[in-house]
């Protein structure tokens, strides 16, 4: 009688049960959110990327100082500085100024040959140090305070009014053609890169000798190539590395450079523009890319 009603008690609850399960609602399946795809370069990439020119940059105005300077010896986000103008020059609050210096190319050897000579006739190269706005005007000195920082800011940088830069749009990176024709568009080289870098990969940003007096624009793509058997280098090389290679197997003729396809490395945006040079976001990249590989516009 007792496993009789054990067995009836038994079947009530599960029955209960499945009652209970039926009648709490399921919850909806996840739904995969779709990935947050970059389409553009974002603030920090186009405005501390520096920029080089043959242009005179005005040098008038200057940071001067700033508050906490007898142990201050740089400024960055959030410090007040001074700058050598002020309600005589016809400065207001809440005007903004972008800071710079000249960044000058201070390697003691040149990664290829034409480095030096490709650099002076492009011009000065300047770095982004950030960006000030002004909060109090005096006579002849205004404070500003550091609102955007890219690198430090010391006495003597130069303050520019300041210029929005527009972030232009990046390609597919699916259509990237590792194969690609030659365009028939203006070649150069990658001369330089930001604080003297000589190799570079994704998301480095690099100095070209093509600027607006080729056509250049802020937006347009370079492909980045080089060819086999260049020995424009100053590293040490393998002579004909190309189609021999010793202990490793030559080929029965000789093969130059020009004889063999380029090898294609990646492509850049163009981030600014000057008269005889680029700045170039590198967006893709196959393999390093070195200082004096090459560049044409797609």
Not at 19 to 37: D, G, N, T
Not at 223 to 249: C, H, L, N
Request: with cysteine; aromatic share 12%; glycine share 8%.
């Amino acid at each position: 009688m007792r496993a009789k009603i054990a067995v009836l008690s038994l079947v009530a609850l599960m029955g209960a049960a499945a009652s209970l399960a039926q009648e709490v609602p399921q919850a909806a399946p996840e739904v995969p959110q779709a990935a947050h795809v970059i389409t553009q370069p974002d603030y920090s990439m186009v405005n501390c990327s520096g920029f080089v020119t043959d242009q005179k940059v005005a040098e008038g105005i200057r940071l001067i100082s700033g508050e906490q300077s007898n142990y201050k010896i740089t400024f960055t986000f959030g410090d007040y500085i001074y700058i050598n103008r002020g309600q005589d020059k016809g400065v207001r609050v809440g005007d903004r100024f972008t800071i710079v210096r000249p960044a000058e190319y201070t390697n003691d050897v040149p990664w290829f040959k034409w480095q030096e000579k490709l650099m002076k006739v492009m011009g000065t190269p300047y770095l982004d140090a950030g960006q000030v706005r002004v909060v109090n005007v005096q006579p002849k000195v205004s404070v500003a305070q550091v609102t955007f920082s890219c690198e430090y800011m010391q006495r003597g940088d130069i303050v520019l009014p300041y210029q929005d830069r527009p972030a232009p749009p990046f390609k597919d990176a699916a259509a990237f053609d590792h194969f690609a024709p030659v365009s028939g568009k203006p070649v150069a080289m990658v001369v330089a890169g930001k604080q003297n870098a000589d190799v570079y990969g994704k998301n480095n940003t690099v100095y070209v000798n093509l600027g607006s007096s080729q056509g250049v624009k802020v937006g347009d793509y370079f492909r980045i190539f080089r060819y086999q058997g260049s020995r424009a280098e100053t590293v040490p090389q393998t002579k004909d590395y190309q189609y021999m290679m010793y202990g490793f197997g030559s080929t029965p003729q000789r093969y130059e450079w020009n004889d063999l396809p380029r090898e294609i490395l990646g492509e850049g945006l163009v981030l600014n523009v000057a008269r005889n040079s680029s700045t170039m976001m590198i967006t893709l990249s196959s393999s390093q890319i070195y200082a004096g590989d090459y560049v044409e516009i797609e």
